[in-house]
């Protein structure tokens, strides 16, 4: 079974940091571009940035800056650091695998998604 299981969410207060991983178990995801979106309350859902198998990483522009992308392919695990967070961060977070290494940025193109985490920055 296919499973992608995000973890790392939770409360933090304004200025910030938190780490999130994605675990991804039941095929090999070392070929496939992984990507982390988000989605806040009465939001539609928005990229954050992917990263290839060959280790490009991409970002959404407003993402610049304060979001890091890492994987460890050993692991089957991506990563998402974020810093300096904003009450505005506030959302549910989610990973996803897609076998193209093109459309990054489409959400389309993502075939397996993890169930989210929940973060909350307070001010």
């Known amino acids: 079974q296919v499973q992608l299981v995000e973890s790392g969410g939770g409360l933090v207060q304004a200025g910030g940091s938190l780490r999130l991983s994605c675990a991804a178990s039941?095929?090999?995801?070392?070929?496939?571009?992984m990507g982390w979106f988000r989605q806040a309350p009465g939001k539609e859902r928005e990229f954050i940035g992917g990263?290839?198998?060959?280790?490009?990483?991409y970002y959404a522009d407003s993402m610049k800056g304060r979001f890091t992308i890492s994987r460890d392919n050993a692991k089957n695990t991506v990563y998402l650091q974020m810093n300096s967070l904003k009450p505005e961060d506030t959302a549910v977070y989610y990973c996803?695998?897609?076998?193209?290494?093109?459309?990054?940025?489409?959400?389309?193109?993502?075939?397996?998604w993890g169930q989210g985490t929940q973060v909350t920055v307070s001010s």
């Open positions: 039941g095929r090999d995801f070392s070929r496939d571009t």
């Open positions: 996803a695998a897609s076998y193209r290494n093109y459309d990054v940025a489409r959400e389309s193109a993502y075939a397996y």
């Open positions: 990263v290839t198998w060959s280790g490009l990483i």
